[in-house]
């Protein structure tokens, strides 16, 4: 029997989505700009797609870029309006516990001579919503987001924020929306949000899909030349199965989602319960405010990867950070934001649940943790 508890690394993609996907693949191979039945049959079904996901998402079909996932839609969304927009300002602001495909942007921003303000969190991982306020200047062109933060589960402001910025039309809000999809609501229109990105696999879709949300008048400076794809933002031709894999996906997660987040509430509980009866460990995710598919704990004093390939000899699936940045050595950059220790911030073990898990499988894992604790303490005594 496998555990899977790493569902923000990845999800397993559903058997629908994977048939979808092959047939696509097989029967509809045609390259959409073709001018030839099978080309136009690819276009058509990509077509659908993107009307499909505008539906879900409740916004335009012209207003969705089919992208290649999470890391290429906050580059796109972060880059490509500091380039559109930096006759007007050069100032951005984030936030200190963005993921790494944001966090490293805007790094790479600041060495083309960008100012950025990263944003502090308190003990919880949230940043104040009047902190995002004083740092707007008017060089500001970009406020970036990550709405659930993927170590910890945390959920910002979002909507607050939005509102904020409708005081301020000048500058535009990105959002990172690829851990909450299908799990956390985000009310696009409603948020004022401008820009906004989701990853397929997260949702049970196929690696190397995801889109990009583009208000209708934003504008955007391509990273990729050499067509006029997805708006004249994304040169190339289109993964047309990936997307409708995507779209599938979506719709079968929103439609078990009522009974999905009803079992991820009871699984987070039994297993919050679980880790706050064993003295050794100590709880990151905060108890408010935070999405309840994911959690974040240490083990001070250990090796957070001595416990995973533990589990992985049983089955067991979980992981430390973010799966781009878990083979790095130093200390989860979020938790020290948090303010938590490096000793804490460096034994750090992520949870991460989907719909399919059970509440068998959080007393198994909750029992062999034990186990590996007791194990562990037996060795240092």
């Known amino acids: 029997m496998m555990i899977y508890l790493d569902n923000s690394a990845t999800t397993q993609p559903h058997p629908e989505v994977l048939e979808t996907y092959m047939k696509v693949s097989s029967q509809y191979f045609g390259n959409p700009s073709s001018l030839h039945t099978l080309g136009m049959e690819s276009e058509a079904l990509l ?70 303000t990263y944003l502090p969190v308190d003990q919880n991982g949230e940043i104040s919503v009047s902190d995002l306020e004083n740092a707007i200047v008017p060089d500001t062109i970009l406020v970036s987001i990550i709405h659930v933060n993927n170590e910890t589960g945390v959920i910002q402001p979002i909507e607050e924020v939005g509102e904020v910025l409708r005081r301020y039309p000048h500058v535009r ?99 919050v319960h679980g880790l706050e009866k064993m003295e050794d460990v100590e709880i990151n995710s905060p108890k408010t405010d935070a999405a309840y598919h994911i959690v974040n704990f240490s083990i001070p004093n250990t090796k957070p990867e001595v416990i995973i390939q533990s589990f992985a000899a049983k089955n067991i699936y979980v992981s430390t950070k973010s799966a781009c940045s878990s083979k790095l050595a130093e200390p989860s950059r979020v938790l020290l934001a948090m303010g938590l220790n490096e000793e804490r911030a460096s034994s750090a073990i992520r949870i991460s649940l989907s719909f399919q898990n059970t509440e068998e499988e959080i007393d198994i894992f909750l029992k062999e943790l034990k186990q590996l604790i007791l194990g562990v303490t037996r060795i240092k005594g």
């Not at 505008?54 to 012209?62: H, R």
């Not at 516990?97 to 966090?103: I, R």
């Open 47 to 116: 077509t659908k797609a993107r009307q499909m996901m505008a539906e879900y998402l409740e916004v335009k079909p012209k207003e969705v870029i089919f992208t290649s996932g999470g890391t290429e839609g906050n580059n796109l969304a972060i880059k490509g309006t500091a380039v559109a927009r930096r006759n007007r300002g050069k100032h951005l602001i984030t936030t200190e516990v963005e993921h790494a495909s944001a966090y490293e942007t805007f790094k790479e921003l600041e060495s083309l001579g960008y100012q950025v």
């Open 173 to 271: 809000f990105h959002v990172d929306h690829v851990q909450g999809a299908t799990k956390v609501p985000l009310p696009i229109k409603k948020a004022n949000i401008d820009l906004c990105t989701l990853s397929a696999h997260k949702f049970h879709g196929m690696k190397g899909t995801g889109l990009l949300y583009v208000k209708e008048g934003v504008r955007l400076f391509p990273l990729l030349h050499g067509g006029v794809q997805e708006q004249k933002l994304r040169a190339g031709t289109e993964n047309v199965a990936g997307a409708v894999a995507m779209a599938k996906a979506y719709r079968i997660e929103m439609e078990q989602s009522k009974q999905g987040k009803a079992c991820l509430t009871r699984l987070h509980s039994q297993l």
